[in-house]
C-alpha cells in the first residue's frame, strides 16, 4: 500500500479521511461537504502536499472555488485546494486531491451522532441551501428588471427634456414673431389713418 492510500485509510482517531473529486460541482458538491461533515462547527485536518505530514487545519468556514476555506485558533482563515491544477491548461492533476480528515462529532454521552438526525439535520440543512439560492436567484432577476425599468424610464426623460427644450425655443420664435407682426399691424393702422386724414 502506498503512502496516500495510507493516509487515506487510516485517518486520525475521532476523524473519518474524505476525498472531493472534481465530478462533484454545485448543489451536488454542496450537498456532499454537508454529508461529509462540512459545516461551520467542525474541525477539519488535511495532508500536505507531500504526504509527510498531517496539518492541524481549523474550523470549517466555507467553499470557494477550488478551495475550502478554514479559519485557524488564531482567527486567521486560509484557503486549502481540493485538488492542484496544471497551470499551463488549467486541468487538475491526477492524484493531487487533498486528503481532508473530518472531525466526528459526539453526543455528551460519548458516543457518535445518531445516523437518522444526522442525515435529518442535513435534508433540513440542504432545503434550507436551496430556498435561499432560490430567493437570490428571484433577487438578482428582480433586481435585472428594475435595472431595465429605470435605464428606459432614464431614457424617457431625457426625451421629454429634449422635446420641452425644443418647445420653448419654438415657442419663445412664435412669441417674437407675434410681436413683430403686431407692431406691423399697429404701423398699417397709423399709416392707414394718416391717408383717410389726407382727403
Known amino acids: 500500500m502506498d503512502r496516500r492510500n495510507f493516509l487515506m485509510n487510516h485517518p486520525p482517531p475521532g476523524y473519518t479521511s474524505v476525498i472531493i473529486t472534481e ?11 454537508i454529508e461529509c461533515g462540512f459545516t461551520n462547527d467542525y474541525i477539519i485536518q488535511f495532508v500536505s502536499s507531500d504526504m509527510n505530514r498531517i496539518n492541524q487545519g481549523g474550523v470549517y468556514c466555507r467553499r470557494l472555488n477550488d478551495n475550502i476555506i478554514l479559519k485557524n485558533k488564531a482567527d486567521r482563515t486560509f484557503p486549502v485546494p481540493m485538488y492542484n491544477r496544471d ?10 486531491h487533498t486528503i481532508f480528515y473530518v472531525e466526528i462529532k459526539e453526543q455528551s454521552g460519548g458516543g ?23 430567493i437570490n436567484k428571484n433577487l438578482v432577476e428582480r433586481m ?9 424610464l432614464t431614457d424617457q426623460k431625457n426625451v421629454l427634456e429634449e422635446l420641452l427644450q425644443q418647445n420653448r425655443c419654438n415657442l ?7 410681436r413683430n407682426k403686431s407692431e406691423k399691424i399697429i404701423q398699417y393702422e397709423v ?3 394718416k391717408l383717410l386724414n389726407s382727403r
Not at 419663445?172 to 407675434?178: C, L, P, T, W
Open 87 to 96: 497551470p499551463t491548461d488549467g486541468t487538475i492533476i491526477p492524484d493531487s
Open 112 to 134: 457518535k451522532k445518531n445516523t437518522i438526525t444526522d442525515k435529518k439535520t442535513n435534508t433540513e440543512l440542504k432545503e434550507i441551501i436551496r430556498y435561499q439560492q432560490h
Open 144 to 152: 435585472k428588471e428594475l435595472e431595465l425599468q429605470k435605464a428606459s
Open 191 to 193: 399709416l392707414i389713418q
Open 172 to 178: 419663445k420664435d412664435i412669441s417674437i414673431d407675434n
Open 23 to 33: 465530478e462533484l460541482m454545485g448543489d451536488e458538491l454542496e450537498d456532499y461537504l
